[in-house]
């Protein structure tokens, strides 16, 4: 039986005259590893930044926990996002600070804990993402995998009951990549967070995603909704299977 977490409902979003997408209606189910995907330019990291509150939609609304998103006030809309936790494409982590000043911001930000407590707390977070002993490091000494993890670490410093990624793999190597898709599975099934993405990597749709849905740039709305395995083998839209059953590589996409 079906539990939605996130409800998409009547969504249209565009800047201007310009309608990006419309007629988005869906359920993310709690517990979900969930992928938001498509072909260049056809909207993916718009439908994210409005889930976030980063745009407000032309028309429609966004539900957590069945609590309209797009309507409530700013307080609330702070209190729904203190259940969240975020990782940009870049890391976004501040490289005037050391990891773990990054990941003891939310916390000293949101929390009332000791000193203390949020060390112990920022050294059991670095060490679930493989950084332990990094707390002093910079962002600027470390890989840009171990940046992925470190922005992980702060993404999961307040328990979020969910988890938004934006390109998680972008700039990686397929072999960092592939570990990041791992750590990402290994906290969704040990928090049982909600997990969203947005992404194009086939390694991560078909080695994590549960469900997905298709925007696509052409009609300017969802096509397909559902298991990518699924969508691959079974679509009856030509440009989800063929999106689907590409060789694994690198696109340049367009962040629209």
Request: include cysteine; hydrophobic fraction near 40%.
């Amino acid at each position: 039986m079906s539990d939605p977490h996130i409800q998409i409902r009547n969504l249209t979003m565009a800047y201007g005259s310009r309608v990006i997408q419309q007629d988005l209606d869906f359920d993310i189910n709690r517990g979900d590893i969930f992928v938001i995907m498509g072909g260049s330019g056809c909207g993916k990291s718009t439908l994210l930044k409005h889930m976030l509150g980063l745009l407000q939609p032309r028309q429609g609304d966004i539900l957590y926990n069945n609590e309209s998103f797009v309507n409530a006030s700013p307080k609330q809309q702070d209190s729904m996002r203190q259940r969240w936790g975020i990782t940009y494409q870049s890391g976004g982590l501040f490289s005037a600070m050391t990891l773990a000043e990054n990941v003891n911001l939310p916390l000293q930000l949101y929390t009332s804990y000791s000193d203390a407590d949020r060390a112990d707390i920022i050294a059991y977070k670095l060490a679930l993402v493989g950084l332990a002993g990094y707390q002093e490091y910079y962002p600027s000494e470390i890989s840009g995998g171990m940046r992925k993890r470190a922005a992980l670490a702060r993404a999961i410093a307040l328990e979020p009951e969910i988890l938004f990624f934006d390109e998680p793999s972008a700039g990686l190597d397929p072999i960092s990549s592939c570990l990041l898709d791992d750590l990402i599975e290994q906290l969704h099934d040990s928090t049982g967070a909600t997990v969203v993405m947005v992404t194009h990597e086939l390694p991560s749709i078909f080695g994590i995603a549960t469900n997905s849905v298709y925007l696509d740039a052409s009609s300017k709305t969802m096509i397909a909704y559902g298991d990518p395995k699924q969508l691959r083998d079974h679509s009856d839209q030509p440009v989800v299977r063929q999106f689907l059953a590409r060789e694994s590589g690198s696109l340049q996409e367009e962040q629209v």
